[in-house]
């Protein structure tokens, strides 16, 4: 079997969970010998670009094509395009002025329209219309390629998914890793939710992360039970890592937060909650790592709650950073308001740190041994944050019982579920 | 000859409600769900099991006979919350067929970790018993079962038992039966009776199983499984929870007509008849003796203590919960000796276990917690109150 897959992003170009759950799911397709070509956007400034060894980067069709050593079934094709995951149509108006900025003092003037690497004309002015772009890149590509179905992960993807799919006349499974629902609570941008519902309503499949999710999809989007199927998450086990002790000699308790600081990921429950601690035991300090439209927000926060010196933002963390902080950290804290999955929790507890969560989230339906909470209530946050610090026992069995739990959860079957569902569409058609 | 010996264990433990690190008052307890789970338990199975039991009682004119042991903590909430259930039990106790074990009050572990406690709380169960149904309980039985040859010698010691009951465990009879009585190792006079589990079972817990190669299970083919023993055993213990009536076997599984109809047909057989625990202990002589070095209890299918002891958390808050022994008694304050002992109540524990938790199972039997996890922190935290509270007493009363 052969999937056209397209996606926005994949290590080491990641912002988020989605980039870990495309890399876990083809790289265990991989093992399964699925052939997989993986297109994905890619901007050229990223300062990760020298990660990957790009095999033909002045393709006339402006896409390019890599392969990671590991992954022998996957090819990777790249189309120069600023998509970016997590984006909103402002934030990438900011993005496009940046680069074009960037290029004019790399080439000490104007932006050439002839610039064959990087032609200002190859840029749409807006969100919506590079979407479309993108869509009719991966349609290009797609035409030179051989494959039995076409499968597109989150929506920025979808319009490109759509075209792909028709021209091929090849089943479409749509993967819902989030909704603008839970990006951005009540106040969703029409554009993204239209093509998000386009994109469900005209797929064979919609693979979600969780029954969290597939209410959202069903409630929201209006999308028939029948075709929403769950596969949940996996993690991809580490323990490769040769880290030498992080060297901090720590009398104080760390409390962590992980991820986006973004409304959809409540930091403002987490100050809270720590404010509520600090009020009953003090050697404890609260870690922030992450960054978004929200960080300047929770530094104000924090120093309103006047718990200031308790807070420390370290800003977006990744790769052996983010396995220090875990190895620092007594407790990782996940108080999403609404969290179709949530990976970063599994790995938390793959680096033994036992976890909270918030009941609004799909990962909390795989995991058991976790603590659980609803975000919003504050007040038991705080309370089982002081359990865990407090407790010895009760920090080891979560920690022992959750990492033997995560190690039941793999890739393999996450993509096994997935092969499933293609051959079901595949009957379909 | 087999005599059948019912014994049904009644119990209900206090619950204590969400209680956080925050929360500084002494009211641990949650009332209304204590109070509605006895009245909602009371109506499906204490009330309707005592009434067809003592039908039958009256119909055999004394040939049907059971006994019960009924915890300290249950009676408390039958006589605020359900005080005619007391009155019926007190209706069996007079027909004369009916016998009341001991255990401790407080239905607790404390024979693991305070020997002292543990008489205590073994005196003021019988003491209740005595009081409210007119008969010193002559038959004990430890909590959940559990149970080691130290044990036995205690109860012996204590002088006022013929009997303890425990779990007829495969692996401490061997290739021996249950169907007989023993005698414990390092005791002269008490005697012992093992429950036949697989029998015990059928009812407790297979009954109603559709899966199960025997469903569905009549009175007459069970009479006939226990007419089998005749001839190679003398009784037949079938001892289980009182709320297999009603509560784990629903109404509508057909289990109270199965009792109804099984006097009759066990006594259909001439060898047959009924014994309460202390008769049977009078009729027959031990054949021989059991060693039970190590402990053992009639829970899950290891037999062993780890439904209430197997993880850290568990341990934890038993050995926290005991370490106040002293100064709890020291504080001398009869409200918080109280709050203490219920807390000893091994349902606490058994909410801690982590053992079938991602399977779900009876462990989840009226668990009134989401996780093992949130049990653990509940109960900490009173545990934390009642620290401060004692040490606050210490220092008032120094």
């Known amino acids: ?429 | 000859m087999a005599s059948i010996c019912f014994y049904f264990q009644v119990h209900q433990p206090l619950r204590l409600r969400h209680y956080t690190v925050f929360d500084k008052n002494d009211q641990y307890f949650d009332d209304y769900k204590n109070g509605s789970i006895c009245r909602k338990v009371a109506n499906k199975c204490y009330l309707p099991a005592n009434r067809l039991l003592l039908d039958t009682i009256r119909r055999f004119k004394g040939r049907f006979k059971i006994a019960y042991s009924i915890t300290g903590v249950l009676l408390e909430q039958l006589q605020r919350y359900s005080p005619e259930v007391i009155s019926t039990f007190d209706a069996l106790a007079e027909t004369g067929c009916v016998e009341f074990l001991a255990e401790t009050y407080y239905h607790s572990l404390s024979f693991l970790y305070s020997q002292d406690e543990f008489v205590e709380q073994v005196n003021k169960h019988s003491k209740t018993i005595e009081s409210l149904f007119g008969q010193k309980p002559k038959v004990f039985r430890n909590t959940e079962l559990i149970y080691n040859n130290d044990l036995a010698r205690l109860i012996e010691s204590m002088g006022s038992f013929e009997a303890i009951i425990t779990e007829g465990a495969d692996h401490i009879l061997g290739y021996r039966s249950p169907n007989f009585v023993y005698r414990p190792k390092d005791c002269s006079k008490l005697k012992l009776l093992l429950k036949n589990y697989s029998l015990s079972d059928d009812i407790a817990f297979r009954f109603s199983n559709r899966d199960w190669s025997q469903w569905p299970l009549t009175a007459d083919k069970f009479a006939q499984w226990v007419n089998s023993v005749n001839g190679n055993g003398n009784v037949v213990n079938l001892f289980m929870d009182y709320e297999t009536f009603g509560e784990h076997q629903w109404k509508d599984t057909g289990i109270f007509d199965f009792m109804r109809h099984l006097p009759e047909q066990i006594l259909k057989h001439p060898d047959n008849d009924f014994k309460t625990p202390s008769e049977i202990a009078q009729s027959f002589q031990p054949v021989g003796t059991v060693d039970v070095p190590h402990l053992i209890s009639w829970a899950d299918t290891e037999r062993d203590l780890s439904a209430w002891l197997g993880n850290a958390m568990q341990s934890n808050a038993i050995h926290e919960l005991y370490r106040l022994e002293k100064e709890i008694k020291k504080a001398n304050d009869e409200k918080i000796i109280a709050d203490w002992r219920k807390l000893q109540t091994s349902d606490h524990f058994y909410y801690m276990c982590t053992k079938y938790f991602a399977d779900g199972d009876v462990h989840k039997y009226f668990n009134p917690y989401d996780s093992p996890y949130d049990s653990y922190i509940n109960f900490m935290n009173v545990l934390g109150n009642l620290q401060s509270r004692c040490s606050r007493q210490t220092i008032a009363s120094a």
């Not at chain 1, 009020?279 to 300090?285: G, I, L, P, R």
């Not at chain 1, 396995?323 to 308001?337: E, F, G, R, T, W």
């Not at chain 1, 995991?367 to 209530?377: E, N, P, Q, S």
């Open chain 1, 1 to 429: 079997m052969k999937v056209f897959m397209l996606g926005w992003e994949f290590p080491p170009f990641i912002s988020g969970g989605l980039g870990t759950a495309c890399y876990g799911l083809t790289k265990a397709m991989d093992q399964l010998d699925i052939k997989v070509t993986f297109c994905l956007p890619r901007m050229v400034n990223s300062k990760y670009a020298t990660h990957v060894k790009l095999l033909n980067p002045n393709s006339q069709t402006s896409a390019a094509s890599f392969k990671f050593n590991k992954l022998k079934n996957v090819t990777f094709r790249t189309i120069n395009s600023p998509l970016q995951p997590y984006s909103t149509p402002d934030a990438y108006q900011q993005r496009i002025e940046e680069t074009l900025r960037q290029k004019q003092k790399m080439h000490g003037g104007s932006v050439s329209l002839t610039d064959n690497v990087f032609s200002g004309a190859d840029y749409s002015g807006d969100m919506y219309a590079e979407v479309h772009r993108y869509a009719a890149l991966a349609a290009e590509l797609a035409a030179n390629e051989q494959f039995d179905i076409v499968h597109a992960h989150d929506w920025m993807t979808y319009p490109a998914g759509i075209v792909v799919a028709e021209m091929s006349r090849k089943p479409l499974i749509v993967h819902v890793h989030s909704t603008e629902f839970d990006r951005s609570g009540e106040n969703v941008n029409q554009m993204i939710y239209d093509i998000e519902r386009q994109g469900m309503e005209r797929a064979d499949k919609v693979i979600t992360v969780s029954y969290f999710a597939r209410n959202i999809i069903i409630s929201r989007y209006g999308i028939s039970g029948e075709k929403v199927e769950v596969v949940h998450n996996s993690v991809e086990r580490n323990g490769n890592w040769a880290l030498t002790e992080s060297g901090i000699d720590k009398d104080e308790k760390i409390v962590l937060f992980l991820g986006r600081i973004t409304m959809q990921k409540g930091p403002e429950y987490f100050l809270g909650a720590a404010k509520k601690v600090l009020e009953v035991m003090d050697n404890v300090k609260f870690v922030m790592a992450g960054s978004g439209d929200l960080m300047h927000r929770a530094v104000e926060m924090a120093a309103e709650l006047g718990i200031g010196s308790k807070v420390l933002f370290t800003g977006f963390l990744r790769g052996e950073d983010v396995q220090k902080i875990y190895k620092m950290a007594d407790l990782y804290v996940m108080p999403s308001v609404s969290e179709p999955f949530g990976i970063a929790p599994l790995e938390a507890l793959d680096n033994d740190v036992p976890v909270i969560i918030s009941k609004q989230s799909g990962v909390s339906e795989v995991l058991m041994h976790a603590l659980k909470v609803d975000f919003w209530d504050v007040n038991e946050i705080a309370n089982k944050i002081i359990a865990v610090l407090k407790y010895p026992p009760l920090q080891e069995t979560l920690a022992n019982y959750g990492n033997f739990e995560v190690r039941k959860l793999r890739w393999k079957d996450s993509a096994q579920k997935c092969v499933k569902i293609y051959e079901e569409a595949l009957v379909a058609v």
